[in-house]
């Protein structure tokens, strides 16, 4: 569980810096130049990531249960992470109504698919796994919200086929993931 935390705070306090620590981060990249900054930041944030995943392997060998979800949230939670992934795409294609009505899908997409995995998973690391990244996603999500109505950020509109590519693309990535990686990855088959 240590190596899973230790993990956790490496990837979400990298991802933190801007929220906590903005000027200092302005001073950083003024200093090295963007180029080391993302370096710097790509490097750590894959260690971060890497020691998640293997904390978290680790910790599903010793799972201490705390609650038990019902056999429907397994449901609901791939709907929602179904949509999760549509909110993702959307932050990537221009132009779409999502982006305009959200503002921030892609954070708005990693809080829905922490809270979806909250829902059907009852173990210790699994509630510190998401329940961290549901809260960053908020935090995160506040403060990026705020930061456009500071700087009257209006997103363009949005386009009915944008739209379509935004769900079509959302749905394929999803299901490759939750009928096939999911159980490479993860080792759990959560939809199939």
């Not at 993302?38 to 971060?48: E, K, P, Q, T, V």
């Amino acid at each position: 569980m240590a190596i899973l935390v230790l993990g956790l705070a490496i990837f979400i306090g990298v991802h933190s810096i801007r929220i906590v620590a903005g000027p200092w981060r302005a001073a950083q990249i003024e200093r090295f130049g963007p180029r080391a900054w993302r370096g710097a930041f790509a490097a750590l944030s894959i260690a971060g990531f890497v020691l998640i995943v293997y904390g978290y392997g680790h910790s599903r060998r010793y799972p201490v249960p705390i609650w038990l979800p019902p056999f429907w949230t397994a449901h609901v939670t791939a709907l929602l992470t179904a949509i999760a992934f549509i909110m993702i795409v959307a932050a990537y294609v221009p132009g779409n109504h999502i982006k305009r009505a959200l503002g921030q899908p892609f954070v708005s997409g990693v809080a829905l698919w922490a809270f979806a995995h909250l829902l059907a998973n009852g173990t210790l690391n699994d509630i510190i796994l998401f329940g961290v990244f549901l809260v960053w996603a908020l935090i995160e999500l506040r403060k990026e919200n705020q930061r456009d109505r500071e700087a009257g950020v209006v997103y363009p509109p949005g386009q009915a086929s944008r739209d379509g590519l935004v769900v079509v693309i959302g749905l394929v990535v999803w299901a490759v993931f939750a009928f096939w990686l999911h159980g490479i990855l993860i080792g759990v088959r959560p939809v199939g």
